[in-house]
């Protein structure tokens, strides 16, 4: 922050002290405007808003500077206060800096201290608007993308839990959303600035998961010659994220069970209580209630967890939103990869309507990917998609897989495709196709006739 453009308020009922202080300031290159008393400097707050303010603690009148800084600190949060007195105690120092004042100096002022605090004060303010202005460029990144009613209903959820402490639990199937909406709630709370920790229990060997998420002592197992941290202190202040939490054993569920309920953990070989403060967001994507039923999953763990129950839809759930996720995806890869953006046909739009997605919203974004990187154009069409991948069984221009009956046939047809598309590409010039497509032009040619590739009508 330039010093031209900070603005500093002085609140104090001595003339030469409000004089000597703003004079040195201004010469600083400092905003300054001066206030006579607690009432004064509470409306100069208000009209000016500055960015720091030095006030002194005794002043005549109702209003004192611990009052000034009481009323201030709620309505004015980004202000920074120092507090400034001839006779002050250590009483008053320790109760003006419980109230949220930045420092205290006493009379008389060093000028040297003073552009010292200052100075700081507006290093940490610049550090904290950066913050800012990062997380909600994250946070903008890790948008949920939809206006279909279910996903309305998601983000309003998100809206309500965020702010709470409470232990969360997100089902659904996989590839529509879980970590997303996981992050979300991180993001959205007072933990943002705290870290987001991921744990995967389907991707960690059994005997192993319990040491990653709580640690592990030296020696308390082979080849463990050093203690090592688990994601549990890694999170510490923030949120651990568990996905696939049916896949964890029997062993871990009852130590999470412990930690959810008392704060405090082991790490494996250990005998210490470690306390901590950890939100837990757990995601499954099967039927955990079902698991639980079936006696795969604990009842108690279940319901600890569940105390706000997610369910994020499928794809085919909400149809709608596929149109606005195409181009968000479109966008995302056009500015990563510096393609242009590409134009999308209304039949091909339809195609990826009709699609049944399998793989969720992942899926999507995925295939949006392998589109930008095999059509060549900034123009999609039906004929691109399928290129691409997108094979509906209904689709007369599609490749007829019923009569595909083994992968050799499969892949002739996807080379002779490929290869028509490439030699179109190239305006027929068969060796500038060798070249781009990295093949040597005599093979290129034996392929052009094993497949009966006529060249002359391309």
């Known amino acids: 922050m330039a010093a031209l453009s900070t603005k500093i308020l002085i609140i104090d009922d001595e003339a030469p002290i409000r004089d000597v202080l703003s004079a040195s300031l ?8 001066l206030a006579h008393d607690g009432e004064s400097g509470l409306q100069a707050i208000k009209d000016v808003q500055p960015d720091v303010v030095f006030q002194d603690i005794w002043m005549p009148g109702n209003i004192d500077g611990i009052e000034v800084l009481t009323r201030s600190r709620k309505e004015f949060p980004n202000v920074e206060f120092v507090m400034i007195s001839g006779h002050g105690t250590i009483e008053t120092a320790v109760k ?15 000028m040297d201290k003073i552009l010292i605090v200052i100075s700081n004060i507006l290093s940490y303010q610049q550090q904290k608007e950066e913050k800012a202005l990062l997380l909600n460029k994250l946070r903008k990144s890790i948008a949920l993308v939809g206006e279909a009613p279910s996903i309305v209903a998601t983000k309003q959820v998100i809206a309500r839990v965020a702010p709470t402490n409470s232990w969360v639990l997100i089902q659904g199937e996989a590839g529509t959303g879980k970590e997303l909406v996981a992050q979300n709630i991180h993001y959205l709370s007072t933990r943002a600035s705290r870290p987001f920790v991921e744990i995967n229990c389907g991707g960690i060997p059994e005997d192993l998961l319990e040491a990653e998420i709580f640690g592990i002592e030296k020696g308390a197992m082979p080849g463990v010659e050093r203690a090592k941290k688990g994601k ?10 568990i996905a696939e939490i049916s896949e964890m054993n029997k062993d871990a569920q009852a130590k999470l069970l412990t930690y959810l309920d008392d704060k405090k953990y082991r790490r494996v070989g250990g005998s210490e209580l470690i306390e901590n403060d950890v939100r837990v967001i757990a995601a499954s994507s099967k039927d955990l209630d ?43 890869v056009a500015s990563e990869s510096g393609y242009p953006k ?3 046909s209304e ?8 699609y049944q997605w399998t793989g969720n919203v992942r899926e999507l974004k995925n295939f949006i990917e392998r589109v930008y990187i095999l059509t060549p154009g900034e123009f999609v069409d039906v004929h691109d998609l399928r290129f691409a991948g997108l094979i509906d069984k209904d689709d007369e221009q599609g490749f007829e897989m019923q009569d595909l ?6 892949r002739a047809q996807f080379e002779k495709e490929y290869l028509l598309r490439k030699i179109n590409e190239n305006g027929g010039n068969i060796s500038k196709t060798a070249e781009v497509i990295g093949l040597e032009r005599s093979y290129l040619h034996r392929k052009i006739k094993a497949y009966g590739i006529d060249t002359k009508d391309i």
Do not use: C
């Open 26 to 33: 201004r010469d600083e290159g400092y905003q300054v405007f």
């Open 96 to 110: 003006a800096t419980k109230l949220g004042a930045w420092d205290f100096i006493e009379k008389p002022l060093s």
């Open 232 to 241: 549990l202190d890694l999170a510490h202040g923030g949120t651990l994220y």
């Open 290 to 332: 079902k698991e639980v039923k079936e006696g795969r999953f604990r009842e108690d763990l279940y319901y600890r967890l569940n105390v706000i129950p997610f369910r994020v839809p499928a794809l085919r759930e909400h149809p709608e939103d596929i149109p606005v996720l195409v181009s968000y995806f479109s966008d995302n």
């Open 342 to 344: 590409k134009a999308i």
């Open 347 to 354: 039949q091909a739009m339809n195609k990826m309507l009709a």
């Open 405 to 410: 009956s083994t992968f050799r046939d499969a």
